[in-house]
C-alpha cells in the first residue's frame, strides 16, 4: 500500500538556530516582519534574541502580542485583520501552540476573503485557493508540536475546531532549545505531556506507518527519560534539549498518523472549561488508554522498553496494564491534575462533555477502539472519579 509522510519546507534545530533567520531573510528577500508572540514571552524578553536579528538586518518589524491561550474565533479574526493590514513578506510565530496557530492562520487568510470560521473543518464555506503569507514557525515550548502541523485550532463555545490545510504547513520551522530554559515548571509538564500524547496515539494510531511509528518511539523514549528533570531541575539544560527534540519528533509523527482519542475528547475540556490544551490531554492520557489498550495490545505492549518495565514471567496483558500505570504515574510525578473534578468540572457536566466529545469525528476515527457514546462517556465518568 502507498504511503505518503510529509514534513515542512525546512527544519532548522538545535542550539543556535534561531540564527538561521537571517539566512532565511536574504533568501526570501525579506522587507518586512510581522512577528506574532505571546504577550508574556514580550515581557520576560524571550523574544529579544529574534528581534535582534531583525533588526540587526534593518527590516521593517510590526510586534503583535495579541494571543491567548485556546485562541477563540474573535481573536482569530483580529490578528487576520492585523497582518491585512501590515501586508508583511514574511510571518513570524514565536510561541507556545496558540501562537503558532494564530500566526499559520492568519498568515493564509490574510490573503483570502471572509472569516476564519468560514474556514473550519465543521463549518467550512470557502476553501483556501493560495499559500498565503510565508511564514516561520518557533516554538518557546517542548510540547504542542504546531511547528511542523497544517493545523490551527479554535476554541468555540463549547468545544473546539481545526482550519486544517497543506497551505498553512511553515516555510521553516526553527526549534530552537534554548528558548524553552525559562519555562515555569507547570508550563513545562503540560507541554511536555502534550508531547508524550502526540507521539503515543501516533503510534497507535489506525493510520501509522513504519516512519510514523520510529519517530513516535524515539519521541517517547526522549520525553519519559528526561521530562521529571526537565519539570523539577531548572538547571538541567540537556533535559530540556531533549525534550525540544522529542517535542519535534513526536510533531512529526502525529502530523502524519494523526492523533486520536486522548485530543478528541480534550477539546470540549478546552472549549467549555478553558483548561489548556497540555492539562487537558494529561487529565485524560491514563483513562482513554485505560479503555483503548485491548484493541492495541501488541503496539502497547512493544512500548515496555520506552517506560522500563520489566516483563520476565509476566502475561502481556500484565505489561500493557502496567504501561498505562505508568501513564497515570508520570502525569502524578509532573504535578498535573488527574481528575476533571480538581478544574471545579462537575458531574452533571459529564453528559455535555460525551455530546461534544463525540462531534470530534475527524480525531475519533483513527483510534484502535471505536469510540461509540458509551465508551466516551466512560472515560469521562473515570476521569472524573479519578485513579
Given amino acids: 500500500m502507498m504511503q505518503q509522510f510529509i514534513t515542512p519546507k525546512n527544519i532548522y534545530h538545535g542550539k543556535g538556530s534561531i540564527q538561521k533567520l537571517e539566512d532565511i531573510f536574504n533568501e526570501m528577500n525579506v522587507k518586512k516582519v510581522f512577528m506574532l508572540t505571546d504577550p508574556i514571552l514580550k515581557e520576560l524578553n524571550v523574544i529579544e534574541p529574534i528581534v535582534e536579528i531583525v533588526e540587526r538586518n534593518h527590516l521593517d518589524l510590526k510586534i503583535s502580542t495579541n494571543v491567548v491561550p485556546e485562541p477563540p474565533l474573535k481573536v482569530g479574526n483580529d490578528v487576520v485583520n492585523e497582518v491585512k493590514t501590515f501586508n508583511p513578506d514574511l510571518v513570524i510565530g514565536v510561541g507556545g501552540g496558540s501562537s503558532l496557530d494564530l ?215 500484565e505489561v500493557v496494564k502496567e504501561i498505562v500505570q505508568a501513564l497515570y504515574d508520570l502525569v502524578v510525578d509532573v504535578g498535573l491534575a488527574t481528575s476533571i473534578a480538581e478544574y471545579n468540572i462537575k458531574e452533571e457536566d459529564i453528559e455535555t462533555l460525551t455530546q461534544n466529545g463525540l462531534k470530534q469525528e475527524r480525531l475519533l476515527k483513527r483510534s484502535p477502539m471505536k469510540f461509540d457514546e458509551a465508551l466516551v462517556r466512560k472515560v469521562y465518568e473515570h476521569a472524573y472519579k479519578g485513579w
Avoid at 532549545?177 to 503540560?190: D, E, F, H, S
Avoid at 489506525?206 to 527519560?225: G, H, Q, R, S
Fill in 103 to 317: 500566526a499559520k492562520a492568519s498568515a493564509i487568510l490574510s490573503t483570502h476573503e471572509g472569516d476564519v470560521e468560514d474556514y473550519l473543518n465543521l463549518t467550512e464555506t470557502k476553501e483556501l485557493t493560495n499559500e498565503g503569507v510565508p511564514t516561520v514557525l518557533i516554538p518557546t515550548t517542548a510540547g504542542t508540536g504546531a511547528e511542523v502541523t497544517d493545523i490551527a485550532v479554535f476554541s468555540l463555545k463549547d468545544t473546539k475546531d481545526v482550519i486544517t490545510h497543506k497551505y498553512l504547513l511553515a516555510n521553516y520551522a526553527i526549534v530552537d532549545p534554548v528558548l524553552t530554559y525559562t519555562l515555569p515548571p507547570k508550563v513545562t509538564a503540560a507541554s511536555g505531556i502534550d508531547a508524550l500524547t502526540h507521539a503515543i496515539e501516533a503510534y497507535t494510531s489506525v493510520n501509522a506507518t513504519p516512519i510514523t511509528d520510529t519517530l513516535a518511539v524515539e519521541a517517547m523514549k526522549k520525553i519519559v527519560n528526561n521530562i521529571r528533570s526537565a519539570v523539577w531541575n531548572n538547571h538541567d539544560y540537556k533535559a530540556r534539549d531533549e525534550m525540544a527534540n522529542g517535542s519535534l519528533i513526536a510533531g512529526l509523527s502525529f502530523y502524519n498518523a494523526g492523533v486520536a482519542g486522548v485530543h478528541g475528547l480534550a477539546y470540549p475540556l478546552g472549549g467549555l472549561f478553558k483548561i489548556p490544551h497540555g492539562e487537558s490531554n494529561a487529565v485524560l492520557l491514563p483513562y482513554v488508554y485505560n479503555q483503548i489498550w485491548p484493541a492495541t495490545m501488541d503496539k502497547m505492549y512493544s512500548l515496555y522498553e520506552v517506560f522500563d518495565i520489566p516483563v520476565e514471567g509476566k502475561t502481556k496483558r
